[in-house]
Structures are given as C-alpha cells and as structure tokens.
C-alpha cells in the first residue's frame, strides 16, 4: 500500500469560492500527479510535480494550480471554482526508480468536488 | 504526440464469454502501455503494463494483453468473464523523459458482464 490521502473526499462548494484539495503519501515518493475524470472524457492530467517545488502542467490546467513545499503533501487548489471544474479529482504518485516510463502509478481513491 | 485511443466505450459480455477491449497508441517511439481497472467508487489499480520485454503481458485476474507494433494496438483480453469483472478499463501511455514522466490516459471501456 502506497499509502496516499486524499482530502477531502467530498466536497460541494459555490462557484467563485476557493478550493484546495489535499493529496498526503507517507512513502517519500518523488513524483506526485492530479488528474481529473469526467465521462467520457477519462483520466486528464491537471498538473504533476518531481520533486519539492518543481511542478509542471498537464493537458487541462487552466483554473488550477498546485504546490509541494514537502515530499509528502500535494495541494491542488482551484482560486475561483466554476461549475466546469465539478469533477472527481485523483492523485497519484508513481513507485518505483527504474527506467522513465516503465514505472507504475498508485491513485488515491479520489475527491469528488461539486461546483454549484 | 503519444496518445491512446480506445474503441468502444461501452462493451457487454455474458459470463463465461471472452472479454476483448481495445486500444490503440500513436507513438514515434517505442511506447511504455498500461492498462488500468477502476471498479465503481473506487481509485484505479494497475492491470497490466508493457516495458518492451516481451509481446504478452499476463496481468493480475487472469487478463492479457499483447504489443502489436505492426497494428499499433495494446488490446486487453481475457478468456472467460466473470461477474466481478464488470468496471471501467482504461488504457495509457507513457509520455515524457525523466523529469517530465507522466502517464496519458485514453477515455476508458466500460464493460458489463451478464449472467
């Protein structure tokens, strides 16, 4: 078990408030990913980070952004929510130090965000 | 760039029949590909991957799946379905070099499996 947290797990807010949506592994995992899933839609990667203060974008990071002050916490937060960012967020870190590429990613169970 | 793409988002099997999901990648270069399953409520777990070292790959639950450069497809089998198969299957790639590894995911399958 990889032993990754997601928080909160449920959460419905109003549009134009902010949002930060916590992901805690306790495995000192150096790369950390957040990913949204929508119907039809899949898996998009949001924003990932190599390491304490290196964070990159993925395919859909406007409205978000992120930070990782330590190895252990990866905050996605969302400054003004919309209804569009109503979504079930996952994080997830990936195991292993083998070739790039060939390593395995492990998922939080996800936090599910309504946007009202 | 490297992408998948799964045909078919829905797929009905009864018990007992083969389970064939599909997937495709576009790639320029030898490609890492994974399959995932994501049961209802629940995060993803890793089915399967292919890291180049050989064609067939067994995974966990009696699934398969074999690299076909020739057709580029990655395609998800397994013989005889159970009930507790049904969920949603998604497939990805690898994309990137080192600092910039991640994993690009194709829109998912979800198969149903009917006594």
């Known amino acids: 078990d990889a032993g990754i947290t997601q928080s909160p797990r449920h959460k419905v807010t109003e549009t134009g408030t902010p949002v930060t949506l916590r992901c805690h592994q306790t495995e000192n995992h150096r790369y950390m990913y957040w990913y949204r899933q929508d119907p039809g839609h899949g898996l998009r990667l949001i924003h990932y980070?190599?390491?304490?203060?290196?964070?990159d974008k993925g395919e859909v990071s406007d409205g978000y952004s992120v930070s990782r002050s330590k190895t252990e916490d990866f905050l996605l937060t969302l400054e003004s929510a919309t209804s569009s960012q109503t979504s079930v967020y996952f994080c997830?870190?990936?195991?292993?130090?083998?070739?790039?590429?060939?390593?395995?990613?492990?998922f939080g169970a996800g936090s599910r965000l309504t946007v009202l | 760039a490297q992408s998948v793409t799964q045909l078919g988002s829905h797929v009905s099997v009864s018990e007992g029949a083969l389970v064939l999901l599909r997937c495709n990648y576009s790639?320029?270069?030898?490609?890492?590909l994974f399959w995932y399953v994501q049961y209802p409520n629940q995060g993803l777990q890793l089915l399967l991957k292919?890291?180049?070292?050989?064609?067939l790959v067994k995974g966990i639950n009696g699934f398969e799946a074999e690299f076909k450069k020739s057709e580029t497809s990655f395609h998800l089998t397994k013989p005889s379905a159970h009930m507790s198969d049904a969920a949603e299957y998604f497939c990805a790639v690898s994309v990137g070099s080192y600092n910039t590894d991640k994993l690009i995911f194709g829109t998912g399958t979800r198969l149903q499996v009917f006594p």
């Open positions: 997830a870190i990936k195991q292993g130090t083998g070739t790039a590429g060939a390593n395995v990613l492990t």
């Open positions: 292919y890291t180049s070292a050989a064609t």
């Open positions: 980070s190599y390491g304490v203060k290196d964070t």
């Open positions: 790639s320029s270069v030898p490609p890492y």
